[in-house]
């Protein structure tokens, strides 16, 4: 399947249609189901050191909490930690959910329910996701990620 410019920004358009809770589910997904070929992609990103001081100051928190960081995000939250996400490069973001798809991995973070369905408009999205190639999904996830986070505050604060 060919993803067309128009494709690509109407799959920009529908993970906006998913609630919060199923843009996070859908990131998981994508990262579990194409995770191998994305890893080289984020680690090795420039700013992976930010990424991962980001992730440091997320990975000890409580999970619950941890779960409203991400919320946090994903809905553009004003608060500090949504606004030092909002800060980076997209390359940095990429790494940065790379890292706490490791970190639920591994049990660090809130791992997604194991009862967690993704909706059927999550499912197509996905399906969208799966036919592209290895560069397209990379662009998409850049692009679904990047609009993410609260904008830096004004002058020296975060």
Do not use: C
């Not at 494709?7 to 995770?35: E, H, N, P």
């Amino acid at each position: 399947m060919t993803f067309t410019s128009s494709a690509y920004d109407q799959g920009k358009a529908d993970i906006k249609q998913l609630s919060v809770d199923d843009q996070l589910g859908l990131l998981w997904f994508v990262y579990t189901q194409m995770g191998k070929s994305i890893t080289p992609a984020a680690p090795g990103a420039s700013g992976s050191d930010i990424a991962q001081g980001l992730f440091d100051q997320v990975k000890p928190l409580p999970h619950q909490e941890q779960l409203q960081v991400m919320r946090d995000i994903a809905s553009n939250a004003n608060t500090e930690i949504s606004r030092m996400y909002g800060s980076m490069s997209p390359e940095t973001k990429l790494a940065f959910w790379y890292f706490l798809a490791v970190g639920m991995d591994e049990g660090t973070i809130i791992p997604v329910p194991s009862d967690y369905q993704l909706p059927e408009a999550g499912q197509a999205l996905l399906g969208k996701i799966e036919g592209m190639d290895f560069q397209q999904q990379i662009d998409f996830l850049r692009g679904t990620i990047l609009e993410m986070g609260a904008e830096a505050a004004p002058g020296a604060g975060i």
